[in-house]
């Protein structure tokens, strides 16, 4: 993909600015959302809400989550009420107008919740380390006019990265975005994927919601601004936008929803809806083996991890602490199995848990069922 023709950045701030301003049919994808939460938002803010997935449908009380491109805060109000009081949500746009759009409402909106754990920053998706808010106080004090004071700021932009970063390593539970991905410059996309890496805790996870296309965009389309800003000449393939997350280090790739019928058919080339799970791997190197095993429970008859470990139906595989302790997290804990060194059923995060299950799926003994 190549848009070097086209300035990329302006293009989609001018269109959103716009649209923050006055709805726009033509930039949304229609999603159905959970209406219990939107009772608490403001027709105007669901009204020039821009998506085209719902993410927040896994977010998890108690979650720190982060929305790339939160634009005015729809998925960031909704998210506060999933993860409860206890919770974090961060927002980062880098549009002015957006987020002058969520924290317009801020105060209503979190008085009707009942708490108030959000908060929304400037900056860029691409560089989640970078506040551009703090930055820019600083060029008001020390403007770049020359090469000298310009190279001053560059170096004080990569003094906030390091000693003050917006987002921390480590620091995130999840990671949600809806429909904006795709309009990062290709040439950022690698540190995109590279930042969403870096702020997600082990084990945690991104949640991503984007416009996808069955064939690559000529570079016709991708020098229009009005295709590129309408969340089209900038869609990823299919494939390449599963392909991206394997290639930052995450794991455990799942489609959770993509659309049947596409959203739109421009030249020949289909665009739709699609949503990723990602997860981060918990970093666990323990080669150890210690008798630990595990059971693909079916119906494939064999399936094989991200590291290449082939489970055939039924067959118990002596697996490595390590293994063990990635199989334990989701999402393999429904498709698996697990055993301890002594043979017995050991629970997972997530798995149909045999010692939550009946007894027998027949009469106890004793009872009046017959």
């Known amino acids: 993909m190549n848009a070097s023709q086209l300035n990329i950045e302006g293009a989609v701030t001018e269109r959103y600015s716009q649209a923050s301003l ?4 033509a930039l949304c994808c229609p999603v159905d959302y959970d209406a219990r939460w939107l009772e608490v938002l403001p027709a105007e803010l669901i009204d020039r809400d821009y ?12 979650d720190h989550v982060l929305d790339l491109g939160s634009g005015g805060g729809k998925i960031c109000y909704i998210a506060s009420q999933v993860v409860g009081a206890d919770g974090r949500v961060t927002g980062v746009d880098m549009n002015e107008d957006m987020l002058a759009l969520a924290r317009q409402y801020q105060s209503e909106i979190c008085s009707k919740i009942g708490w108030d754990n959000i908060t929304f920053h400037k900056g860029k998706i691409q560089d989640l380390k970078l506040d551009m808010q703090e930055f820019e106080k600083w060029l008001q004090d020390n403007p770049a006019a020359d090469s000298k004071s310009w190279l001053q700021a560059e170096q004080q932009a990569e003094k906030l990265r390091l000693t003050r970063p917006m987002i921390a390593d480590n620091s995130i539970d999840v990671v949600v975005s809806n429909c ?7 040439n950022d996309r690698l540190q995109l994927f590279t930042e969403l890496f870096r702020v997600l805790k082990p084990g945690g996870r991104a949640v991503i919601s984007d416009i996808v296309s069955n064939q690559p965009v000529p570079a016709a389309m991708q020098n229009d601004a009005t295709l590129w800003s309408g969340c089209i000449s ?9 392909q991206a997350f394997g290639d930052a280090g995450l794991g455990k790739v799942e489609i959770l929803s993509r659309q049947s019928e596409p959203w ?7 665009f739709r809806s699609m949503t990723l799970r990602a997860w981060k791997p918990l970093g666990i190197k323990d ?3 210690s ?16 590291h290449g470990n082939a489970l055939v139906r039924g067959e118990r595989v002596k697996i490595t602490r390590g293994q ?4 334990e997290h989701p999402p393999y804990g429904a498709d698996l199995i697990l055993l301890d060194d002594e043979g017995k059923f050991m629970a997972s995060d997530q798995s149909p848990n045999a010692s939550d299950l009946p007894i027998t799926d027949s009469c106890s003994p004793g009872s009046d069922c017959c």
């Open 234 to 242: 900038g869609a990823f393939e299919d494939q390449t936008f599963i």
């Open 264 to 270: 739109q058919v421009v030249e020949g080339i289909e």
């Open 324 to 327: 063990m302790r990635e199989y």
């Open 291 to 306: 008798g630990e095993s595990a059971i693909n429970r079916g119906p494939w008859q064999k399936v094989v991890d991200d």
């Open 51 to 62: 998506g085209c997935g719902d993410p927040s449908q896994w977010v998890q009380q108690g």
């Open 180 to 186: 904006v991905l795709n309009l990062v410059n290709p």
């Open 287 to 289: 080669a150890t083996r």
């Open 22 to 25: 006055e709805a726009e049919a």
